[in-house]
């Protein structure tokens, strides 16, 4: 699939309809999302047959445009049970139903109050789309071990209201033990994040794939200024072949800127 077509069929994936701050839910646009996507998959193949895990979902740009790049399974994880409802609304724009259950969720377990399989079908496209839509909170799933991932992609929180959400959300992706991951981050928080992947967190590698400026509408009420941009990095980080077999074997199949800013989440 071209980038163009890509960013055809995610540009009517609806933002959330009623962000909010205390989870730093700012959208992630159509156009940045599809060029992160399509950069993956480009240069690492990264997607395309590839178990593909989204932290922080949010209304499902990310996960949906990893299905319409070829993942079998993708799992979109968020917190927020109104912003996956969003994301199952997105999903009914297309016309096919999905199967039910995608067999690398079947037993996740992230606590009493943490889970609920939000929706298993997306209705979408003419073929189906393998997305599940999981309600939990990353910080309980670092504790787990029994989701199995290839990629992880996110777009996390950026810091900015909740203090050292964006290196809680690396840590719960690389505690997936993951290939790689892929993740959309501050860039003045790059040497902080780079020395805590390496030194920390056991990455064998952590490599800033591209400078991007995401352009942020306002959406909250202290927002003063109709958009802003904000530099980003898309990251790479790869992790050691031991972490990633010991996460499958659980299961069969920055520190941010207290700035105020328009910034973050999917």
């Given at each position: 699939m071209k980038l163009k077509e890509l960013h055809a069929l995610m540009q009517d994936i609806e933002p959330f309809a009623q962000p909010k701050v205390q989870l730093e839910q700012y959208p992630t646009g159509a156009d940045i999302a599809s060029r992160m996507l399509y950069t993956i998959e480009s240069m690492f193949n990264a997607i395309e047959g590839n178990i593909v895990v989204d932290l922080g979902t949010g209304t499902g740009m990310?996960?949906?445009?990893?299905?319409?790049?070829?993942s079998p399974c993708v799992v979109g994880l968020d917190v927020d049970a109104d912003a996956l409802q969003v994301a199952h609304d997105n999903c009914e724009q297309f016309e096919d139903p999905l199967p039910l259950g995608s067999p690398?969720?079947?037993?996740?377990?992230?606590?009493a109050d943490a889970l609920q399989v939000a929706h298993d079908n997306c209705e979408q496209f003419e073929d189906p789309l393998p997305i599940d839509f999981v309600l939990c909170d990353v910080n309980q799933l670092q504790q787990q071990q029994r989701l199995q991932a290839d990629t992880v992609i996110m777009n996390p929180p950026f810091g900015t209201k909740m203090?050292?959400?964006?290196?809680?959300?690396?840590?719960a992706a690389?505690?997936?033990?993951?290939?790689?991951i892929y993740s959309l981050n501050k860039s003045s928080t790059r040497s902080h994040i780079q020395k805590v992947a390496l030194k920390e967190l056991g990455c064998t590698s952590a490599e800033v794939l591209a400078e991007l400026r995401y352009n942020l509408p306002a959406t909250m009420r202290f927002h003063k200024q109709a958009s802003v941009d904000i530099e980003?990095?898309?990251?790479?980080?790869?992790?050691?072949?031991?972490?990633?077999?010991?996460a499958a074997g659980g299961y069969s199949s920055s520190e941010g800127d207290d700035e105020e800013d328009q910034s973050d989440n999917a």
């Open positions: 990310l996960a949906i445009g990893a299905a319409l790049l070829g690398c969720v079947v037993g996740l377990d992230v606590g203090k050292g959400a964006d290196m809680a959300f690396l840590r690389c505690s997936l033990g993951p290939k790689q980003v990095d898309l990251w790479r980080f790869e992790l050691p072949a031991a972490a990633a077999a010991a």
